[in-house]
């Protein structure tokens, strides 16, 4: 048997060791976080120099439309398990083949003019987000069909969105810039039980098709013109709300969250011009998590239905996993409504009491409606029990009396949950609603300098 000199030996084991080692050795990429490839060159030479590796942990990006030798095809990509990110930003590609090599992507970016067609990402297996810009070659989506391979989809400009088909149980839709006149009727073939919404910059947009969900994950709309609300209408629940510096087609008396109970997480609308009550929008909620945000809205001049939620707790026993916001405790944002007629009520005397450090109450329309003004104003009212030995209020709920046992008569005023007004009675111990509607309202009752409320359930 011929024997090779221990020099030889070593020479051979190093490059035995570069080649099927070192060649995958990605510390450096990953430790930035990215590779830019501006160049066809550069592109296929990374494959060929890391074709032993089976993932990237790290993002891939490929612009260079202007290069000299521009990245015009992904034939090249190796068979990965698994990509970090790939992002392909104005590469002259009219096709994506190649890139159908990798099994998952966690977040796919196409921002590319020529593109011609999406058919190459169906045979990746599971791609986590995927953000696409429209261009004049793709208008709509059909083309691409296995969109259950996605958790996460941004669609970006003027398309038409049709024939999606979501089998994973959570998904998010993120719409931008879309002008067309989609509705939801053709675009979600099956609604996940877990579903985000993000409209953004969007107009002629209306949630037609989702009449029969009850639950959204969460729900963004911003920046948008001639929204339509209609097919909200049987959401009961939802993890985020926020809407801002939109317009609606219709009233919020027209189309509005009218089976809306739970907001699990935060409540934010701000720049609202059509927002009168805060009830148009939301006239049966009942449970906000994690805060309430109202601000900038010239025209909101009555929030009384908080009046009538629950007020939050430490700890939730919720139905669903709601991924919330990254906040300590439970906020309170009311400001810059310069319409508010008056924001004197136990709500926000009892947030602020438990969250002082968490609540902003500021240049509001009404006098008084700051947060100095309205600490003060906490102080002089009670939302305890009104019975004591003065006065008994009896019975609640009631079909038609309300009895004041007491050593006098007393002044009472009666609101509903709207904040209207709708009982006005002076020097009385019995009160009649036998002709109101069922539902709850607000007692005031002034006695010896302090103001009780009291809630009152009509049968």
Aim: net charge negative; charged share 20%; glycine share 6%.
């Amino acid at each position: 048997m011929k024997k090779y000199p221990f020099s030889i030996t070593i020479l051979v084991y190093f490059i035995f060791i570069n080649n099927c080692i070192c060649q995958c050795d990605l510390k450096e990429f990953e430790y930035i976080g990215y590779v830019e490839f501006t160049s066809q060159q550069q592109f296929d030479g990374f494959m060929q120099r890391y074709s032993n590796c089976d993932s990237i942990k790290f993002d891939l990006i490929l612009s260079g439309y202007q290069s000299q030798d521009p990245i015009r095809n992904l034939i090249a990509c190796n068979d990965f398990k698994y990509v970090k990110g790939v992002y392909i930003i104005e590469a002259p590609l009219s096709n994506l083949n190649g890139i159908g090599r990798i099994k998952k992507i966690d977040t796919l970016g196409l921002r590319i003019s020529n593109l011609e067609n999406l058919l190459s990402l169906d045979s990746i297996d599971t791609i986590g987000s995927l953000s696409f810009e429209f261009n004049n070659n793709i208008r709509d989506l059909k083309q691409f069909a296995r969109f259950n391979i996605i958790n996460s989809l941004e669609l970006v400009g003027s398309g038409d969105l049709i024939g999606f088909k979501v089998e994973r149980p959570n998904f998010a839709l993120h719409i931008f810039e879309n002008h067309n006149q989609n509705d939801f009727t053709h675009i979600l073939g099956n609604v996940p039980a877990n579903l985000t919404l993000s409209i953004i910059g969007a107009s002629n947009f209306s949630f037609d098709g989702l009449e029969q969900l009850q639950f959204l994950q969460d729900l963004v709309i911003n920046g948008c013109s001639e929204i339509s609300l209609k097919g909200v209408q049987g959401i009961k629940e939802i993890g985020n709300l926020v809407i801002g510096d939109s317009d609606f087609k219709e009233s919020f008396h027209d189309y509005n969250f009218n089976s809306l109970v739970n907001v699990n997480g935060q409540l934010n609308f701000y720049k609202l011009d059509q927002l009168y009550k805060l009830s148009d929008l939301l006239p049966n909620i009942k449970n906000v998590g994690f805060g309430v945000s109202l601000f900038r809205n010239d025209n909101l001049h009555n929030v009384f239905i908080l009046e009538g939620m629950n007020l939050p707790q430490e700890e939730f026993n919720l139905e669903h996993d709601i991924r919330f916001f990254d906040e300590p405790n439970f906020r309170l944002s009311v400001w810059n409504n310069p319409a508010l007629e008056n924001c004197s009520i136990e709500y926000f005397c009892t947030i602020i009491n438990h969250y002082p450090d968490e609540v902003r109450i500021e240049n509001n329309g009404v006098e008084g409606c700051n947060l100095n003004q309205l600490k003060g104003w906490c102080q002089t009212v009670s939302f305890e029990e009104i019975n004591t030995a003065d006065m008994i209020i009896y019975p609640n709920p009631t079909d038609s009396y309300i009895y004041l046992y007491g050593n006098r008569n007393y002044d009472i005023d009666l609101y509903s949950m709207n904040g209207d007004k709708v009982l006005d009675k002076d020097n009385v111990q019995v009160i009649d609603l036998s002709l109101f509607s069922s539902g709850q309202y607000l007692m005031r009752v002034a006695i010896n300098g302090m103001v009780y409320w009291r809630r009152i359930n009509k049968i």
